[in-house]
């Protein structure tokens, strides 16, 4: 299903990305050339994740089903390697480049200066990194002819998020925490204090939120994008708190504000990056607590791009996914959406309408630019 939506879209996204893109011009060792995909086998797109790992429901899950689904659709090779820590970073983009990719994709924030780092190293590769641009050792951005830098404004969508957790919240508080206080992580939780604010102001309500101040850009983190027991104990104290709605921004962390929700009544959870509702489709009981997701397009500006180096046009034009794009969004309500009335889903639609129409600006101080 996720594959069929993929391609549906794939055309919108190659537009999106091809208007972002400066004139073809193979910035290194692309073997596509002018004989367009004609590259087939020869190719190599290759992926590195963070160390949140292949199989979080979230983050890299769905950078890496953007890979295998190009990898299907082209016939190319691929190889994919995981980090367990920060440490394996640049060994592990080592590893590929000595297994001759073409196309190197490093998955977030984390892997900027590695990126940036194993880029000027090897020129003739094209790198691509998800949610950053490349830095260089003093973690300064630094611009490289062969990395396209792929970042989502995901505090557009999260601000829906946060309206419809306000709106369908029954106890008057809402909650959201992250896993390592970086930009990539606090730009939802922008988003989603500006949406439970905008709710509060329309209707004249005071829906609380915990775990994080806007203001003060402080709240609630783990440390790490891994400690699933330390969110779900996090979790906890925001629903005994009263929350009945945790948004957590922490890869597979994420999995203990589902274990935490699924034990007590009336509590529910917002999900980030993938739909969560079809990320856990192997465990429905955590499908039923989950009101909704912000999603970030991750899949498609993967597929897309690697379809654009395997073609011979690689460009190192930054691509911001938004509302207007596509390249962020919210999910379906699933389960959940007879609890989300007709007049809230109305109001979050006509939201999202005015934020493409410049109506309404989301702002964060960790919003991309292209």
Request: contains cysteine.
């Amino acid at each position: 299903m996720k594959s069929l939506r993929s391609l549906a879209v794939l055309g919108v996204a190659s537009l999106t990305l091809a208007a972002c893109g400066a004139a073809p011009d193979t910035a290194g060792g692309g073997q596509g050339g002018s004989d367009g995909g004609q590259a087939g086998s020869d190719y190599k797109a290759c992926m590195v994740s963070d160390s949140g790992g292949w199989d979080d429901k979230s983050f890299n899950e769905t950078s890496k089903a953007g890979l295998d689904a190009a990898v299907e659709k082209l016939g190319i090779q691929s190889q994919a390697a995981e980090s367990a820590g920060d440490s394996e970073f640049g060994p592990n983009i080592d590893n590929l480049v000595a297994g001759n990719c073409n196309l190197i994709f490093t998955v977030g924030f984390l892997l900027a200066p590695a990126t940036g780092e194993k880029a000027q190293a090897n020129p003739d590769v094209n790198f691509a990194i998800i949610d950053s641009t490349a830095q260089d050792a003093d973690g300064n951005p630094i611009e490289l002819d062969n990395v396209k830098p792929i970042s989502f404004d995901t505090a557009q969508a999260a601000y829906l998020a946060g309206y419809v957790a306000a709106g369908s919240s029954k106890t008057g508080k809402v909650a959201t925490y992250g896993g390592i206080n970086i930009p990539t992580v606090t730009i939802f939780m922008d988003g989603f204090a500006d949406g439970v604010a905008k709710y509060n102001e329309v209707h004249g309500a005071n829906v609380q939120l915990l775990g994080w101040n806007k203001d003060t850009q402080q709240g609630s983190f783990v440390g790490n994008f891994e400690d699933q027991t330390k969110g779900k104990s996090l979790s906890d104290t925001f629903y005994d708190q009263g929350a009945d709605i945790v948004m957590p921004v922490a890869g597979p962390v994420g999995a203990g504000t589902l274990a935490s929700a699924k034990e007590g009544e009336g509590r529910m959870v917002v999900w980030v990056d993938a739909d969560g509702y079809e990320t856990n489709a192997s465990d429905p009981d955590a499908q039923k607590v989950i009101l909704t997701s912000v999603m970030k397009e991750m899949d498609k500006a993967v597929e897309d791009v690697t379809t654009q180096a395997a073609d011979g046009s690689f460009d190192n034009t930054p691509y911001v996914g938004t509302l207007e794009n596509g390249g962020v969004g919210i999910a379906p309500y699933h389960d959940l959406d007879a609890q989300v009335p007709a007049e809230l889903k109305s109001e979050v639609d006509q939201l999202k309408q005015d934020i493409i129409d410049g109506k309404i600006t989301v702002e964060s101080t960790a919003s991309p630019t292209a």
